[in-house]
C-alpha cells in the first residue's frame, strides 16, 4: 500500500506561482513512478505530469509545459509540482497518484494510488 496526501493548494492571482507537496508512504514508495493530475468543476480529471521512479525523466502535459516542474525528494519523501506563470485555466482540484512499474504514464487508469486532492484556484 501506498498512502499520498496533497498539501499547497490555494488562491492565487494570475501570473503567480505556487507550490505543491505530495507525503508519501508505504513500502516501495520509492519504486514508484509519480504523477500530479487535475480536475476542474464539470470536466474529467486529466494528466499534468509525471515522473518516472527514478526521477530521470519527466513526462508534462502540453498545456503546462515550460511552466510546471515536477520533482520528488526521496529523503523526505515528498513530490512537488512547482507551478509559475498560473492561469485562471489551471483552477481545479489538484491529485498526485502513485503507479507501481516505474515507468511515467499520462493515463488515470493506470495509477493505482490517489491522494484526497488539494484545490487550485487562479483568479483574473
Known amino acids: 500500500q501506498v498512502q499520498l496526501v496533497e498539501s499547497g493548494g490555494g488562491l492565487v492571482q494570475a501570473g503567480g506561482s505556487l507550490r505543491l507537496s505530495c507525503a508519501t508512504s508505504g513500502r516501495t514508495a520509492s519504486n514508484y513512478a509519480m504523477g500530479w493530475f487535475r480536475q476542474a468543476p464539470g470536466k474529467e480529471r486529466e494528466f499534468v505530469a509525471a515522473l518516472h521512479w527514478s526521477g530521470v525523466s519527466t513526462y508534462y502535459a502540453d498545456s503546462v509545459k515550460g511552466r510546471f516542474t515536477i520533482s520528488r525528494d526521496y529523503a523526505k519523501n515528498t513530490l512537488y509540482l512547482q507551478m509559475n506563470s498560473l492561469k485562471p485555466e489551471d483552477t481545479a482540484v489538484y491529485y498526485c497518484?502513485?503507479?507501481?512499474?516505474?515507468?511515467?504514464?499520462?493515463?488515470?487508469?493506470?495509477?493505482?494510488?490517489w491522494g484526497q486532492g488539494t484545490q487550485v484556484t487562479v483568479s483574473s
Open positions: 497518484a502513485a503507479r507501481s512499474g516505474g515507468s511515467t504514464s499520462y493515463k488515470t487508469a493506470e495509477y493505482g494510488y
